[in-house]
């Protein structure tokens, strides 16, 4: 708030019609300046001060062509008002001193000196908060009406605060650098106890929040933004470690206590850790809590609970996993990957060299097992065709000599079919079948014909409808066990028949062989005779 408080500084004297060389004094033989007047300060009977020429006025304005520019800075004392103003008169609103001033209106104009008993005499332009009373103290509370420039004359359109420059507000930091004391960088802004935004286009916000990266952002408790173009937000969190340039450029950290140096990077959680000594690791994404990448890592992505990795374009979620090598992926609990392009799901699994598959089915991480692992061939494990796979064993052993085993199962298997083999009996018994309609029994002659005519069984899948490739033929195990329970059955039934007709004809047989005995018998006793 400026308020300009006049004196008056010149005093005309009349009666001297001719011009002084040198210094003038009254009261004084020695003037210290061009006029020098003395007080009587001793003659309680004299009157002592200055007066100027004293006009009404209507008198002044008479005179209008006299104020030219030689009369710039002439002073008077107007001793009445008037209604109607000319150019050079239109300020003249109340009595009192007024000074001419050449560079006013269009020829000069009469100005007020202001009185500090009338406040309507200078304009003040801030005003007491809750009243439109003029702010006459430096410790009122004030407020403006319309916008607001600070170092410019114009500020932005559209903005009540257009500021030229850094804004400090709180108990903002302050500190030195060298010999120079900083408050807030080029630019910048720092609002709170203890803040400070030290580099350009930077804002802090908070309790002891710093910014200390070029257009970088930091709010809320204990934070710090070292990184270039670096965000932090919440309590506790750092980005970039100050010792290396471009540590922490362009990451961005929300929640508590994380720390950060890795550039291009999304953090989100608490306690995460993110450290390179180089500053070139990035563009990672973190999201939960105590979760760790170390080292050159770059383009990988962890969500969860106490996740590690040291490498690079992998995917991690859940608690507690580590992954070791590159371009891995880890869904679940306590899971570990070492190989390269290694894929792990389940929990507390056990991690082979070369596998490239494991799904973990551990009770914990001190007993720890497989549910299915995929391992590669160590002696050509160039290509995906050349891996395997085992089940139900944690120690089995490739096939290294010809490499045919693709599958090992160490237990059952358990598939599922839309039908069983049993419409074989259901048809024979009854007639037809309502667990298979289009199933029906055949003879052996049919059989025989549909074999020299077709080169298959009927009710088995023909080679013809097979896929081949180069390493065989694909046929489905399930439809063929149903087929081979079928001919099973069938098998079973044309025995029982064959059985049936043996039976009946030993049955006749052995009658035969009663009668011959008998005729035997009879011809004997005839010859006898």
Request: net charge negative; aromatic share 8%.
């Amino acid at each position: 708030m400026n308020k300009n408080i006049f004196t008056i500084g010149a005093i005309l004297i009349s009666g001297f019609a001719f011009s002084q060389e040198g210094r003038v004094g009254i009261n004084t033989a020695s003037p210290a300046a061009t006029l020098d007047v003395m007080a009587s300060s001793t003659d309680l009977t004299r009157t002592d001060g200055l007066i100027a020429p004293r006009l009404k006025a209507a008198e002044l304005q008479a005179k209008d062509a006299l104020y030219t520019a030689l009369q710039d800075g002439a002073i008077v004392y107007v001793t009445e008002t008037l209604t109607s103003t000319t150019d050079k008169t239109i300020n003249i609103t109340a009595i009192g001193y007024y000074y001419f001033d050449k560079t006013q209106g269009t020829a000069g104009r009469w100005m007020k000196i202001a009185s500090p008993s009338n406040l309507t005499d200078y304009k003040e332009p801030w005003n007491v908060q809750g009243s439109t009373t003029p702010a006459t103290l430096n410790s009122d509370a004030i407020y403006q009406n319309n916008a607001v420039a600070v170092k410019k004359q114009n500020g932005i359109l559209g903005a009540d605060l257009d500021v030229l420059g850094a804004i400090r507000g709180g108990n903002a930091l302050v500190y030195s650098s060298g010999t120079t004391a900083v408050n807030v960088g080029a630019n910048s802004i720092a609002v709170g106890e203890g803040s400070s935004a030290t580099e350009t286009n930077t804002a802090a916000f908070g309790y002891q929040t710093t910014s200390a990266g070029i257009s970088s952002f930091a709010s809320g408790y204990q934070n710090t933004a070292r990184g270039n173009y670096s965000t932090v937000s919440g309590k506790g969190n750092t980005v970039g470690s100050g010792l290396v340039t471009t540590s922490g450029h362009a990451s961005t950290v929300f929640g508590e206590a994380n720390q950060v140096n890795h550039i291009l990077t999304f953090v989100n959680g608490y306690g995460n850790t993110l450290t390179d000594a180089d500053g070139q690791a990035g563009t990672n994404f973190v999201s939960g809590t105590s979760n760790t990448i170390t080292g050159n890592s770059s383009w990988n992505f962890i969500a969860g609970i106490n996740n590690k990795t040291s490498s690079s374009n992998t995917f991690t979620t859940g608690t507690g996993n580590t992954i070791t090598g590159n371009g891995g992926v880890v869904v679940g609990q306590n899971l570990t990957s070492i190989n390269n392009s290694e894929i792990a799901f389940g929990k507390n699994n056990l991690s082979f060299t070369n596998s490239y598959l494991t799904v973990g089915n551990g009770f914990n991480t001190s007993n720890r097992s497989n549910l299915i692992a995929a391992i590669v061939d160590q002696t050509n494990a160039t290509t995906v065709k050349d891996a395997w796979v085992a089940i139900g064993s944690n120690t089995a052993i490739p096939d290294r000599q010809n490499n045919t085993i693709k599958l090992r199962v160490y237990g059952g298997i358990q598939t599922a079919a839309s039908t069983y083999a049993d419409y074989v009996f259901e048809d024979y018994f009854n007639g037809n079948s309502s667990i298979n309609p289009n199933y029906k029994f055949n003879t052996l002659y049919s059989v025989e014909k549909f074999v020299k005519q077709n080169h298959h069984l009927p009710g088995v899948t023909s080679i013809k409808n097979l896929e081949k490739t180069s390493d065989g033929y694909s046929f489905d195990l399930t439809s063929l066990s149903t087929q081979t329970l079928e001919k099973v059955e069938e098998l079973y039934l044309h025995t029982i028949e064959q059985q049936k007709q043996i039976d009946s004809q030993k049955d006749e047989l052995d009658a035969l062989k009663d009668l011959i005995r008998k005729q035997q018998s009879q011809i004997d006793s005839l010859l006898s005779k």
